[in-house]
């Protein structure tokens, strides 16, 4: 069994009366690529705002590679390996999307975000970022605004953009969403990839069940923000709470 990267210890967060995230506990582990689903409120976008530090938690832990981070801003998680693709896009809305790949490589390496370094760093740099796009098929759009760019291709820069910080986990909350038919499969390769060639964990959170059944190695579902069923996919999408519950209804069975 590999080794937990990510847990979540009784997380709970409650908006008034409301507990949205009612104490989720889970463990994530090294490599693994795990779909979380459940139908429209059931607190998908809430836990994830939990994990990256965008709220608050009013009780339970969120733990990193055995670091307690509960406490912890958004750019401290940033810092230790949380990596959430929205939190990047508007970086430098008027910079190129070439510069804004290039300056997470250089704030991942401690370089800051001064944008002129030595010609041979920037000559590596640039080469970098350029590989990056052009993995994410954005290299013709390289030298375009970021403010330029169709929702599209932000959310691709997104992509590039987090494969640039390179975080120990990575959060993506329906990365396809809006995209055209053109598109989509353009960032489903992307998460295909990177849990194929790297160690990632990668934490997904998806309606389409045909994009779950070809990624996931693993299904966690809430309901009401709880916990209801967490497992292989096979197993969890046949358990019959699921299946009444969950999966014609609510999800987009292809
Ligand atoms: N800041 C907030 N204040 C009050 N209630 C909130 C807040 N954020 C989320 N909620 C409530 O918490 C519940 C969970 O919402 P959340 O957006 O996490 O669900 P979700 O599973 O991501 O849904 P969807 O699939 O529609 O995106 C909902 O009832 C929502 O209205």
Redesign the pocket.
């Known amino acids: 069994m590999t080794h937990p990267i990510l847990e979540t210890r009784d997380l709970t967060v409650r908006?008034?009366g409301?507990v949205?995230v009612d104490a989720v506990s889970c463990t994530f582990r090294t490599g693994e690529l795990c779909a979380i689903v459940?139908?429209?409120?059931?607190?998908?976008?809430?836990?994830f705002n939990l994990i990256s530090g965008q709220?608050p938690a009013s009780a339970g832990r969120v733990v990193l590679n055995g670091q307690d981070i509960t406490r912890a801003g958004v750019s401290r998680r940033c810092d230790l390996g949380i990596g959430r693709a929205f939190q990047l896009t508007n970086l430098f809305p008027n910079l190129t999307v070439l510069e804004n790949v290039r300056l997470v490589i250089q704030s991942k390496r401690r370089m800051g975000f001064a944008l002129f370094s030595t010609a041979a760093s920037h000559v590596e740099l640039t080469n970098r970022a350029e590989e990056i796009l052009d993995s994410v098929r954005m290299m013709p759009l390289s030298g375009y605004k970021v403010s330029e760019l169709s929702h599209g291709n932000q959310r691709k820069l997104e992509v590039a953009l987090l494969i640039a910080l390179d975080p120990l986990v990575y959060m993506f909350d329906e990365p396809t969403a809006g995209m055209s038919v053109d598109e989509a499969p353009v960032v489903l390769d992307l998460i295909a990839r990177l849990k194929a060639q790297t160690d990632r964990t990668i934490l997904l959170?998806e309606?389409k069940m045909d994009v779950i059944r070809s990624l996931a190695d693993r299904i966690v579902v809430?309901h009401n923000?709880a916990l209801a069923a967490d497992g292989a996919p096979a197993e969890v999408m046949a358990s019959d709470v699921v299946q009444e519950a969950y999966m014609g209804k609510e999800l987009d069975i292809a």
């Open positions: 908006f008034g409301h949205a459940g139908p429209n409120g059931a607190g998908k976008t809430t836990y709220i959170v309606h809430l923000g």
